[in-house]
C-alpha cells in the first residue's frame, strides 16, 4: 500500500502520524510507503565537524525509520537543504535518493520512480514567501528552488516515459491551480510557472497530482490533491 500527506514540519505536524491519528499504519510492513509532500525538515541542523547529527535530528530519523512502514519524502522550502544533499546520491526504484536511513529515502528532484508498479514523477522544492524573516543557513538556504539542471532533468525523464506518469508528487503546485485552490492568483515563480509548462505545453499525462506547500486539504477536479492534515491511501 501506499499513502501519502502533507507538510510535517520537523517536530511540529509529525503528531499526525501517531497511530491514534492513523490506525491503519498498524498493518502496514516495511513493504508499504507513506510519502510526504515536502517540508519534512527531518535534517535541519548541519552535522557536527566528527559527522555527528544534532539530538533533535536524530530522535526524528530514528522516530521515522522505526514505523512499521518505508517513508518516502520530497523536499519543501522549509528544509536544510544543504544538509539533505550532503548523503550520497543512490538508484532507487529506477530513480535518484538520498538515503536518510534504512527505510528513510528522500526522493530527489526530477526523478521518475517505479512503485508497485505505478510510476512517480518527484520534484520538490518551493519558494519560501517568509524568507526575508528567516536567516541564510540556520533557517533558510538558497536551494529551497531547483536548479535550472533539476528542471531539465525532469523534463528529460519525463521524455522517457513519454510524457505519461500514473502520479505527480510536487510541494507547490502550477500557477493555474491558484484561482481555484484560494480564489484569487497569487505571484507566480519558475517552479510554478514550469508545472504549467509540463502540463499545457509539454501535455504531461497523469492519474493524479498530490502537493502540499499551502496548509490545505483540497481536492480540486478530482485529479489534484493539496494535502496537509490528511493522509490519503493512493494504492
Known sequence: MIFITGDTHGHIDYSK????????????????????????????????????????????????????FTTLFIDGNHENHNALNSYPVTMWNGGKVHQIADSVYHLMRGQVFTIDGSTFFTMGGAAST?????VEGKSWWPGEMPSESELMEGIDNLTRYGMNVDYVITHCCGKSLFPLLFGYNLDSDTLTSYFDHLEFDYKLQFKHWYFGHYHKDRTIDNRYTCLYRAIERII
Not at 502520524?17 to 502496514?28: D, G, I
Open 17 to 68: 502520524l501517531n497511530t491514534s491519528n492513523w490506525p491503519e499504519q498498524r498493518s502496514l510492513t516495511k513493504e508499504d510507503f507513506l510519502i510526504i509532500a515536502g517540508d519534512v525538515a527531518m535534517r535541519w541542523y548541519d552535522a557536527g565537524p566528527d559527522g555527528s547529527l544534532a539530538g533533535e535530528d536524530r530522535d526524528l530519523i530514528d522516530w521515522y525509520n522505526n514505523k512499521s
Open 130 to 134: 517568509d524568507r526575508y524573516n528567516r
